[in-house]
């Protein structure tokens, strides 16, 4: 009741008070519960982070032992859900697979639905921390044809997770220390980002108290898309294909300011950040750092250094405040790391996956009311229905 505001894309639509993440677009701050980004990303493991967002304080050693054992006696996948795998066509989405198997998980875990104490919610979040990077593997081991793999439980976190993507059966697999150190600040750094699309997402479906695997894997969805964390994936495409025809940045800069052309520069702009994205930054240090070690040398970087060059001087970016946001150097290192293309997005939802939890957990305990935007309706006014013969 009442007059009703219309705002597309809630650019100025608050939906929620939250406790989770601190973020100031103009001046290009980030911080989780907070400690800045920065801090957590150079000195904390992801695990740390997770339990800080989820909890709200940073764990004792005694705590972090405990949520990790406690995650990693939950990685138990049912059978079943692999038969749930194998009949995805190869060419399959790992985005699809991973939001179907998500989904797929209330089924096999019934005790997860009714969330009706913090210690239900504390059960439910360790069994999607541990089952998660399980499932997420199992989508890289399908398009790449390999046979599944449990992991290894005497590995941390981040480590297992390479080792399920990666290992190869009948050979030993010791992850190399700078690919895990880099896989470490990318999981921090797309761990938490208040309320964008996919925690929206997580949020709303949450909302109606549905269970909290298929809010997430609802959120999945939700982040597949390329405005969102598709873009990793849509980014080294996008350098690809500069690249193959020839690396004229200019070319592409001229086709990203016309209006009349569908071509954007993909991982620039931000709809809350009219300044340096402090994760583009982390990143875009991160990723000379990570292929000097490895000795990998990827010419799409020098493209990518030279398209943020251009951008970063032309009045169009410059007037309408558009940086390289998390998305616009994170596919660089991912692919110096051996992960395939189709995977980069797969790589933000292990990251974002303790965002989720914390924002649908915050949502909970605060007993938020469903999520029900409302509209104004602008369609026909009353029409007299004519039966079928008479149209
Ligand atoms: N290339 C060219 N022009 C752009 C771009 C871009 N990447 N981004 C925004 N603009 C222009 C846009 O055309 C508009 O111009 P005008 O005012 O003349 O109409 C103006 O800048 C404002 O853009 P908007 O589309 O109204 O802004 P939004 O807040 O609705 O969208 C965005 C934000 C991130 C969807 C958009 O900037 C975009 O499509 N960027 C490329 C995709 C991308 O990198 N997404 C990842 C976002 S960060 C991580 C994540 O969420 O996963």
Not at 178 to 200: F, G, M, P, R, Y
Not at 218 to 227: D, E, F
Request: with cysteine.
């Amino acid at each position: 009741t009442g007059m009703i505001t219309i705002d597309p894309g809630y650019k100025n639509t608050g939906s929620c008070e939250s406790a989770i993440t601190y973020l100031d677009g103009e001046k290009g701050i980030l911080r989780y519960r907070g400690y800045a980004i920065e801090d957590l990303a150079e000195k904390a493991s992801f695990l740390e982070v997770a339990y800080l967002l989820i909890f709200g304080e940073l764990p004792n050693k005694e705590q972090l032992d405990k949520f990790h054992a406690d995650i990693k006696a939950n990685s138990e996948v049912d059978e079943d859900l692999k038969k749930i795998v194998d009949s995805f066509p190869r060419s399959a989405h790992p985005m699809g697979i991973l939001s179907s198997l998500t989904s797929a998980l209330t089924a096999f875990n019934p005790s997860s639905v009714d969330i009706n104490s913090e210690e239900d919610m504390y059960k439910a979040i360790v069994k999607i921390m541990g089952k998660f990077p399980v499932l997420a593997a199992w989508t890289l081991r399908k398009i790449n044809a390999k046979p599944y793999d449990y992991g290894d439980s005497s590995l941390g976190y981040e480590e297992n997770m390479l080792y399920m993507m990666f290992k190869k059966p009948n050979e030993s697999y010791v992850p190399n220390q700078t690919v895990v150190d880099a896989l470490d600040k990318l999981l921090i750094l797309h761990a938490d980002h208040e309320q964008n699309c996919s925690a929206s997402t997580v949020r709303i479906v949450g909302s109606s108290h549905a269970s909290l695997f298929v809010s997430l894997a609802a959120g999945v969805s939700a982040l597949w898309g390329p405005l969102h964390g598709g873009a990793n994936q849509a980014v080294i495409e996008m350098l690809e294909g500069i690249k193959a025809d020839g690396g004229d940045t200019a070319k592409y800069m001229e086709k990203a300011k016309d209006k009349n052309d569908p071509f954007r520069l993909m991982g620039f702009g931000h709809r809350v950040y009219k300044n340096f994205d402090p994760r583009a930054r982390i990143i875009k240090k991160a990723a000379d750092d990570v292929l000097g070690d490895l000795g990998v040398e990827d010419p799409v970087l020098d493209i990518a250094k030279g398209l943020e060059k251009q951008a970063l001087e032309d009045p169009y970016f410059v007037d309408r405040k558009l940086y390289p946001n998390v998305d616009f150097y994170s596919g660089i290192i991912y692919r110096a790391l051996g992960i395939p293309t189709e995977m980069f997005t797969v790589m933000f939802a292990l990251g974002r996956l303790p965002g989720w939890i914390a924002q649908w957990r915050e949502m909970r305990l605060r007993k938020e009311p469903i999520g029900r935007p409302r509209q104004v309706y602008v369609g026909e006014t009353h029409r007299e229905f004519k039966p079928l013969e008479q149209r």
